[in-house]
């Protein structure tokens, strides 16, 4: 069994999708030390050393950001303590009156794996909705990616894999695996 250590369910269930039919991925839901980088491959580098002794066999974490480029690549690194402290609503708000809406958001994973770590990176480019639109989870309703048709995440469902800053990253996670999981 593989195991996904993170507190976030949403993000489990997109890689429990887009892993089936390579590995069985378990949930460990929980949170854990996470320096302050601004380059998050630092990040789940140094937060994956932290975790091995604690977890038994392979096992991976995530962390993303969205960076948009009129604020300076805020909120970046982050971007989980901004989701819960200002939303959507919030980013929209700081983006009020800003022509250049463009922004990339960044997936890095690292995988423990036979004693090493392992990075996966995924990045994508797009633009921040003028208004909110569609389901999903976290930014999904504001982040067009850049080939959507003008749709966000959330307007995307399940297709947002095939456009996903993750959906990238654990593509190539995915082909790391297919060669060496039994
Ligand atoms: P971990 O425990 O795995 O760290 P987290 O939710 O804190 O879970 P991150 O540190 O990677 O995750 O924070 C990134 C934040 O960016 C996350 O909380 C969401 O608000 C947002 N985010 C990341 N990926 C997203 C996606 O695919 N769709 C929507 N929002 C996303």
């Given at each position: 069994m593989l195991y996904f250590v993170s507190s976030n369910a949403h993000k489990y269930e997109e890689f429990r999708r887009m892993l089936s039919g390579v590995a069985d991925l378990g949930f460990v839901e929980a949170e854990y030390l996470e320096p302050q980088a601004e380059d998050l491959e630092e990040v789940v580098v140094t937060s994956a050393k932290w975790l091995s002794p604690y977890i038994r066999g392979p096992f991976f974490i995530e962390d993303s950001g969205l960076f948009i480029d009129s604020l300076?690549?805020?909120?970046?690194?982050?971007s989980s303590y901004v989701f819960k402290r200002i939303g959507n609503s919030g980013i929209l708000k700081l983006m009020?009156?800003?022509?250049?809406?463009e922004a990339i958001f960044v997936s890095a994973i690292a995988l423990s794996f036979q004693g090493r770590i392992e990075v996966f990176k995924g990045e994508v480019r797009g633009e921040i909705a003028e208004r909110a639109r569609g389901?999903?989870?976290?930014f999904d309703p504001i982040f067009i990616p850049y080939?959507?048709?003008?749709?966000t995440y959330g307007e995307l469902g399940e297709r947002k894999d095939l456009f996903s800053h993750r959906g990238l990253s654990c593509k190539k996670l995915r082909e790391f695996l297919e060669e060496r999981w039994e």
């Open positions: 300076g690549g805020f909120p970046g690194p982050y009020e009156g800003f022509k250049n809406r389901g999903g989870w976290g080939g959507s048709g003008g749709l």
